[in-house]
């Protein structure tokens, strides 16, 4: 399965239609618990709905939407559980939004499972109207020059080593950058291809808009 799924979960945002634009015609889209409200404003049919409906009441559901009720009282939140349904459901390409700009606690759940399955092999992004966050295993990467964009680099869980980082106005050599530094953040475009690499760990990635 090559598509990508994408998880609607139910922070606050300002502008459906501009995180509408990160949608791809061929994605497949779950709705956790209030993210089925995001999806009515960005105009889309989810294909699941996950949710113990804490947050959103239990709303009309179109035919050929799958429900999966969660209890109240559980060990998972409502994103995380339709990260491992689109797992085992064979996506390994995951798109979040909704999970930003409102209560920082349900910002770092979500990117504590999103480190989980970046660990496992997915490709994991989580974005909003002003950032995109990118969770990395080791490995090389390259990236257009985005002018408008800051580019900004965090270790999560543990060091992140051997890392170089080339292409922006403040490079990298070999360096290893612990959870407690931030010596990585806010860095500038200079109008080349962003190289970074590393050896191990995993790196946190976040393009920003003022």
């Not at 980082?165 to 959870?179: A, F």
Request: proline letters at 5%; a negative charge.
């Amino acid at each position: 399965m090559t598509n990508r799924c994408v998880i609607l979960s139910a922070g606050p945002f300002r502008d459906p239609m501009i995180l509408a634009g990160y949608l791809l015609p061929n994605d497949d889209i779950i709705a956790a618990d209030g993210g089925w409200q995001l999806a009515r404003q960005m105009g889309v049919k989810p294909s699941m709905l996950v949710a113990d409906f804490d947050s959103l009441g239990v709303p009309a559901i179109e035919d050929n939407v799958a429900i999966v009720t969660l209890p109240m009282e559980k060990d998972v939140t409502d994103t995380a559980e339709a990260l491992r349904l689109g797992y085992d459901g064979g996506y390994r390409s995951f798109l979040l939004l909704g999970c930003t700009g409102g209560r920082l606690d349900h910002l770092q759940a979500a990117l504590a499972v999103a480190a989980d399955y970046a660990r496992r092999g997915c490709e994991i992004t989580i974005a909003d109207e002003q950032n995109e966050i990118h969770l990395l295993t080791p490995g090389s990467y390259v990236y257009p020059a985005c002018p408008n964009e800051k580019i900004s680099l965090f270790a999560f869980g543990g060091e992140v080593t051997g890392l170089f980082v080339e292409g922006l106005k403040y490079s990298v050599t070999n360096y290893t950058l612990s959870p407690y530094d931030p010596l990585c953040v806010s860095n500038e475009w200079v109008g080349e291809d962003a190289c970074l690499s590393f050896k191990t760990g995993l790196l946190m990635l976040y393009f920003s808009k003022d």
